[in-house]
C-alpha cells in the first residue's frame, strides 16, 4: 500500500483554490477541509449550501473529507 496526503485546510476559496492546483497528485491526495461556521447571522442552511458549491467547483477528487468542527453531534446548527 502508498500513502495518502492529508492536507488540513479550511475551507475558504482560496484554500480551495490551492487544492485543486494538486490535480497531479489527486491519486494520493485526501483533504480534510474544515468547514469554518458562519458570520452570527448569516443562515447556516445557505452557508452550507455555499460551502459545498464551492468544494464542489474546485475539488473532483474521489475522496475528501469534511469537519463539521462546532457543530452539535446530530444536530441541525453551531454549538452555543
Not at 25 to 42: N, R, V
Request: glycine share 8%.
Amino acid at each position: 500500500m502508498g500513502f495518502s496526503y492529508v492536507p488540513i485546510v479550511k475551507g475558504h476559496d482560496n484554500d480551495l483554490r490551492a487544492l485543486s492546483l494538486l490535480r497531479r497528485a489527486w491519486s494520493t491526495t485526501k483533504p480534510l477541509i474544515e468547514y469554518t461556521l458562519p458570520k452570527i447571522g448569516t443562515d447556516v442552511n445557505t452557508d452550507l449550501a455555499s460551502f459545498i458549491e464551492r468544494a464542489r467547483r474546485f475539488l473532483s477528487m474521489n475522496e475528501t473529507f469534511v469537519d463539521f468542527y462546532g457543530f452539535h453531534p446530530g444536530g441541525s446548527g453551531p454549538r452555543s
